[in-house]
């Protein structure tokens, strides 16, 4: 899944060991979820889509739950005492030895950077063949962050912690993301001359832009365009943040492209959905993993468009319509109050309100198949599997467990008796 293609070796380490307390979770922070992917995961495709050939995850506390989400996508390496970032990169040191190249640091619980960002980085580092290249943002606020410390010539001199800043140096607005570029041979050497002679008696990376300074190596540094995407996740609060920083980027990015969303704030469209020309989405709309809508479609107000789902030109899908693993052919409205699952639905059909695939049995789940052309009465059972032929009418309130072939009429329901009322 290689987006970019450098002249140099790249790999990634991923910082993925602290504990993060502030979650108040039982699980660890970094398998929380942000459009139902873990933010290591996150972390981990971006590491993927800018072309690292190699991906290490340091991980420490709850390791178990972070190994879980990521498996064999990653390489492993263990930071048992939270001693600095330093640290965690020295506990990788071993995946470094005997590489020449550029290793990329990240973190797992910074995972809306836009992958042409970090390619910027990269490709800036090795194009003026720095030997370390930083993003950095620029806050107005910059409290709590390690402040950019430049020559008089805008050269990278340091970083200082907030924590280490003396009264003049927290004046400083240019901030460290934690997001770095390194040589992979350099880092080895300045890490070797890292301490942890500071207030929390820990091992900075950041030192080491200080050591290859004094070293006369080159440094440099990208600053970040839009300062939402080091954002970072610490506790819930920051989780939502993310989240609502995402779905507007994802929706603002739709509406560019000609989907017509009428109310960003109550729709949430999951990063891999494609949506054709045209479409309309309606408020509080939920289109989630895998889905693809065709061109001039009709999606919502309450819509739930689950995984799987490939929608044609020319659809409906109503007010409180939920469909999963679905096929919708062109031209067909499921307008509302609908459950569809595990289903493949032909073009120009109508789905009455109240219609429900039954697909699932307490075990197994099982598909339903509707032709073209065909009107789902309202109020109708599908019991699945079943084979709705072309050019079928099943008649309203009918629970259908039995093919209907092509042409013909469905209904299943007892006969209507009229009985006189009993006087009580």
Do not use: W
């Not at 039954?358 to 509707?370: A, E, Q």
């Not at 599997?385 to 013909?408: F, H, M, Q, R």
């Amino acid at each position: 899944m290689e987006f970019y293609d450098y002249e140099e070796y790249v790999m990634t380490i991923i910082m993925a060991a602290g504990k993060g307390t502030r979650m108040k979770s039982k699980k660890s922070k970094l398998v929380h979820e942000i459009y139902g992917k873990p933010l290591v995961r996150r972390t981990v495709e971006l590491a993927e889509k800018v072309g690292s050939q190699e991906i290490i995850a340091v991980v420490g506390h709850l390791r178990e739950q972070v190994q879980a989400v990521l498996g064999d996508s990653v390489k492993y390496a263990y930071q048992d005492e939270l001693l600095g970032t330093g640290h965690a990169v020295m506990q990788a040191r071993k995946y470094l030895e005997g590489k020449k190249g550029k290793v990329i640091i990240l973190y797992g619980d910074v995972p809306i950077i836009r992958p042409e960002t970090l390619h910027n980085l990269i490709s800036k580092s090795i194009k003026n063949k720095e030997y370390a290249t930083l993003l950095t943002a620029k806050y107005e606020n910059p409290t709590g962050y390690g402040r950019i410390i430049r020559d008089e010539g805008g050269n990278i001199k340091a970083i200082v912690e907030e924590k280490d800043a003396d009264e003049n140096q927290r004046k400083i607005k240019e901030i460290n993301s934690g997001i770095y570029c390194f040589d992979i041979e350099e880092l080895l050497k300045a890490l070797e001359k890292v301490n942890n002679n500071n207030v929390q008696g820990e091992y900075y990376l950041t030192d080491v832009i200080k050591i290859m300074n004094e070293e006369g190596l080159k440094t440099g540094a990208v600053i970040v365009e839009d300062n939402t995407e080091i954002l970072g996740v610490n506790d819930r609060s920051q989780l939502e943040l993310l989240t609502r920083v995402l779905r507007m980027r994802i929706n603002a990015e739709h509406m560019r492209n000609g989907v017509t969303i009428e109310d960003s704030n109550s729709t949430y469209i999951y990063d891999d959905v494609e949506i054709g020309v045209d479409t309309i989405i309606h408020p509080n709309t939920i289109i989630k993993n895998n889905v693809k809508i065709g061109d001039n479609c009709e999606i919502g107000p309450n819509a739930y468009i689950r995984e799987n789902c490939e929608i044609a030109n020319d659809v409906k899908v109503g007010s409180f319509v939920e469909i999963k693993n679905v096929k919708v052919g062109e031209g067909t409205k499921i307008p509302h109050l609908s459950y569809l699952g595990d289903s493949e639905i032909g073009s120009n059909g109508n789905i009455g309100c109240g219609t429900i695939t039954c697909n699932y049995d307490g075990v197994n789940k099982h598909k339903t198949s509707i032709g073209n052309n065909a009107f789902i009465g309202s109020n109708v059972n599908l019991v699945a599997p079943i084979n709705i032929g072309d050019d079928v009418l099943i008649a309203a309130g009918s629970t259908i467990t039995e093919d209907v072939p092509s042409g013909k009429m469905g209904i299943a329901r007892e006969r209507q008796i009229n009985k006189d009322k009993k006087n009580k």
